[in-house]
């Protein structure tokens, strides 16, 4: 069996936790950007790093930027930057 990289099994778990944080299904994610598999198979830190491309589209729908997605994987908790982004947005 092949060991996951711990990489991809980062970026795959802030995916589905900002996927489910935005209460958008897998197929709601995948739609007119990949197929839904490849969301699956990202979520699963199985499928190889995602290109930048195909990671910014995932986060325009997820309407985050990259940097939050980068600081949410690799720093921060989660629940409280996105607390932090809607205080933000709510000023707007």
Not at 17 to 22: M, T, V
Not at 36 to 65: D, F, M
Not at 86 to 91: F, P, V
Request: aromatic letters at 6%; hydrophobic letters at 40%; a positive charge.
């Amino acid at each position: 069996m092949q060991t996951l990289s711990p990489s991809r099994r980062k970026i795959g778990l802030t995916i589905k936790k900002l996927r489910i944080q935005a209460g958008i299904s897998q197929i709601k994610l995948a739609e007119g950007i990949c197929d839904r598999t490849t969301i699956v198979h990202l979520e699963k830190g199985r499928a190889k790093q995602p290109s930048i491309y195909l990671l910014n589209q995932l986060c325009r729908r997820l309407s985050i930027t990259l940097d939050d997605f980068f600081l949410f994987a690799y720093g921060g908790e989660i629940n409280q930057l996105w607390l932090k982004k809607n205080e933000i947005d709510s000023l707007l």
